[in-house]
């Protein structure tokens, strides 16, 4: 129950802070331009309209998720340590797992919330246009359900960056920083080594792993189109193919476990 408690604690402070609100806000805008804008081409293009909502919505996510994850995070100890409240936290029959289990779980709930409340608006605009009898939810789904995962890495990486510094302001730099790096200049740095290699030995062998290696290039890669509408997929689709689906879901399934458990270790070393 301890848990469950700091959970609740957590959810209120994201709602007095509008953490809640503004993730949802964000995702519900970006998902309703997205949809209503790729909504245009689904007739020329002959494919289910909500895959190309799902191919639109996935751009969306790979930025907005890590970063809804990362701010939800960055504080959750460097601030708790800053006000003093750790220290009281600390003085209660509570073990630090599960402090940062509470921690987890509301801002999960808050994420899981805003990507819910996008992806539901997506599925209903979509249907209102094109009507719900011939629509395929799979891919919203298991968007759905890839999108947490990628934001619980996320999570994880904010609480080990913010148990390891004592005040939000350096936090909030450095998961900034954490974002730039694995949704931008990540791919930027692989981009520029393949046109490096001109086709050689990283192309065919390290480049697809290193790119499944990115949790952010494993959702994207899980959540493309299949075959039948390769007018939407991306040459990314062709590499990341080569390590397999299995390889795609262990990084992105793994990457929340290994995050969280080095936040746990970083959290074990803390001293209000």
């Not at 094109?130 to 947490?148: C, D, I, K, Q």
């Not at 030995?201 to 949790?215: C, G, Q, S």
Request: charged residues 10%.
């Amino acid at each position: 129950m301890s848990v469950f408690a700091i959970a609740r604690l957590e959810l209120l402070i994201a709602r007095r802070n509008m953490w809640v609100a503004t993730s949802v806000i964000l995702m519900s805008l970006f998902t309703i331009v997205l949809t209503l804008a790729g909504g245009a081409p689904t007739g020329t293009l002959g494919v289910d309209p909500l895959i190309v909502a799902v191919s639109s919505i996935t751009t969306l996510s790979v930025y907005l998720v890590p970063l809804i994850g990362l701010l939800l995070s960055f504080d959750a100890i460097a601030g708790e340590t800053e006000r003093g409240t750790l220290a009281l936290s600390l003085t209660y029959p509570l073990s630090r797992a599960e402090i940062l289990i509470g921690k987890f779980l509301a801002h999960f709930t808050v994420l899981a919330f805003a990507v819910a409340v996008g992806l539901a608006l997506t599925a209903t605009l979509t249907a209102w246009q094109h009507g719900a009898a011939n629509l395929s939810f799979a891919p919203l789904l298991r968007l759905f359900f890839t999108s947490l995962a990628l934001g619980s890495a996320f999570l994880g990486m904010g609480y080990t960056v913010s148990s390891l510094v004592r005040q939000p302001s350096v936090a909030s730099g450095i998961v900034i920083v954490i974002w730039l790096v694995c949704v931008v200049l990540y791919d930027i740095g692989l981009l520029g080594a393949l046109v490096s290699d001109n086709g050689g030995y990283f192309t065919k062998t390290v480049f697809p792993w290193l790119l499944v290696a990115n949790p952010a290039d494993a959702f994207r890669l899980i959540n493309m189109p299949d075959t039948s509408v390769t007018v939407l997929t991306s040459g990314l689709s062709a590499a990341g193919s080569v390590s397999g689906i299995n390889g795609q879901l262990a990084s992105l399934f793994g990457w929340p476990l290994l995050a969280l458990f080095c936040a746990w270790r970083a959290l074990r070393k803390v001293e209000p």
